[in-house]
């Protein structure tokens, strides 16, 4: 069984600190992977993706890859309340079937 | 540019019914995978469809079953519902060059009770 850990949280920061997410993977053969930030009842939408060892950077987020530790981890700087959301951790080797987290729930206080 | 389009948004169903969900897919997009979400959990793999064919399957019983129109668009069929069917099932579309590097594109979901 091929399993994707996150820390369920909740996790609160205030407003304008940074965020620390965490996930651990499994499957050692898995080649990429994925943020997705969920509202309360919508769907996923995708926030970074990686498959390079190291880190990655996108505006406020920084994903980060140690294929070695099979982990991945991102940071949310400067956290904003419309940050607050559960974030999934996904994973995939061959693209075709992703295995996600039960996500983490953060909560940025104003 | 229409993103991935489900209906309905929520239906409720007796145990024992069957029911049927609608995708269509991001334009562009010509594979759908259905994923079940239920409450608290993250979504789990149901299969995937690509060219009309199922292309994998994740761990879920003969009762769930699905199909890909030339379209691109697809059903979830399930049969025989069980309360612990109950759930949001999520259609995810994408192309084959790009999933790897770019993920799925979610559609909004069909909330799913079983009553």
């Known amino acids: 069984q091929k399993e994707v850990e996150q820390n369920s949280g909740p996790l609160s920061v205030p407003e304008g600190a940074i965020a620390s997410l965490n996930c651990t993977y499994s499957?050692?053969?898995?080649?990429?992977f994925f943020w997705y930030r969920q509202y309360s009842g919508k769907s996923p939408e995708l926030i970074m993706f990686?498959?390079?060892?190291g880190d990655k950077e996108d505006g406020r987020f920084t994903a980060q890859l140690n294929k070695a530790s099979q982990y991945v981890s991102l940071l949310i700087r400067d956290s904003q309340p419309s940050d607050s959301a559960t974030y999934l951790c996904?994973?995939?080797?061959?693209?075709?079937?992703?295995?996600f987290g039960t996500g983490t729930s953060l909560t940025v206080i104003p | 540019d229409a993103g991935v389009t489900q209906s309905p948004t929520h239906l409720i169903k007796t145990r024992g019914q069957q029911v049927t969900l609608r995708c269509s897919p991001k334009?562009?997009?010509?594979?759908v995978s259905w994923y079940q979400q239920a409450l608290g959990q993250g979504p789990q793999f149901i299969f995937q469809?690509?060219?009309?064919?199922?292309?994998q399957r994740g761990n879920f019983p003969d009762r769930f079953s699905g199909h890909q129109f030339p379209n691109y668009s697809s059903e979830l069929n399930v049969n025989a519902l069980l309360l612990g069917d109950s759930a949001l099932y999520l259609c995810?579309?994408?192309?084959?060059?790009?999933?790897?590097?770019?993920?799925?594109?979610f559609g909004s979901g069909t909330r799913l009770t079983v009553v």
């Open positions: 996904a994973v995939t080797n061959t693209g075709n079937q992703f295995y």
């Open positions: 499957d050692r053969g898995s080649q990429s």
């Open positions: 995810a579309s994408s192309s084959p060059e790009r999933i790897s590097n770019y993920g799925y594109t």
């Open positions: 469809y690509y060219e009309e064919e199922e292309r």
């Open positions: 334009s562009g997009h010509d594979t």
């Open positions: 990686i498959y390079s060892n």
